[in-house]
């Protein structure tokens, strides 16, 4: 890696400033040659990714359950993007008048389980892209009775019951970085979602502490029982590791917990069919909150989650 201005002003360039000063070595060439996208779009019509410095989009979404097709994109060209963490399929679009990445985690087809998402494939792949600012959906479970299906909610705290996933990108070439996430979530973003929900008259709900499980199961009575007495609030499979990941690169990230259910044992049975029928009715209310955000707010200032990596290191 070139050190000093010089090196710093090709990171720049290369849309990789910011990310761990010591790469292993797979992602290094990745970096150095700029993410190069495989030529195999995933759509008809679908065109190259521009790389480093040609990109506009500072803006990335990743959706989950229900949502497959961003709400609300324009002009969508689906790409698959290299990275030292496998394939990632991506779409490239236009939302709010504005250049947007978007991730469907689950792919397409509800194909990828929980546990198989390729997160840090994911994240990485928005950070190289120039990504600066990733929105999440995160389809929950209610502990909450106010908080009935289809109500949005901002996610402000995390408890993790996940094992077996890859959650950090660190070491790297013997570096190690523990990053603070005492507020996992940008308060930026959220303020910001906040006010656009409120210019649309959209509820948006906030204070939430979301619940990961392993999944893809759902839960049992005495594991919501669990989560009630930890103080959680909402209960899913997916917001983590993907929101320490996106803190490890120094991407701001803030998530809006979808409700497509209450939880076991405040309701007689919990089904797939249940949670789709009620995400169908959120999809519109998503996209008018994402749309008005990318529009009211174009720019993302300085935050602390810009400065994530600064003292990192011990």
Known sequence: MIAGPAGRAARIEAGTEGLPEAMPAEAQRMADRD????????????????GGAGMTARTGFITGTGLYTLPGIVGARPQ??????????????TLGGRDVVFIPRHGKGHTISPGEINYRGNIWAMRALGVERILATSVSGSLVPAWAPG????????????SGRADTFYPTDGKLAHVDVTDP?????????????ANLRIPLASGATYACMNGPRFETRAEVEMVRRLGGH???????????????????????GVVSNLAAGMQSSVTATEVRENLKR??????DLFAAF??????????????????AEL
């Open 80 to 93: 698959t993007l290299a990275t030292p963490y496998g394939e990632v399929a991506i779409e490239l679009g």
């Open 282 to 287: 959120c999809a519109g209310a998503i996209g």
């Open 151 to 162: 109500a949005l909610v901002l996610v402000d705290q995390f408890l993790n019951f996940t």
């Open 185 to 197: 979530y940008c308060r930026t973003l959220r303020e910001q979602l906040t006010a656009s929900a």
């Open 35 to 50: 993410l190069e996208v495989n030529r195999r779009p995933e759509g008809k019509g679908a065109e190259p990714i521009p």
């Open 294 to 311: 990318v529009r009211e707010h174009p720019e993302h200032g300085d935050c602390a989650c810009r400065h994530a990596l600064d003292h």
């Open 234 to 256: 909402l209960l899913g499979q997916t917001n983590y590791p993907e929101c320490v990941l996106a803190r490890e690169l120094a991407i701001c990230y803030a998530t809006v």
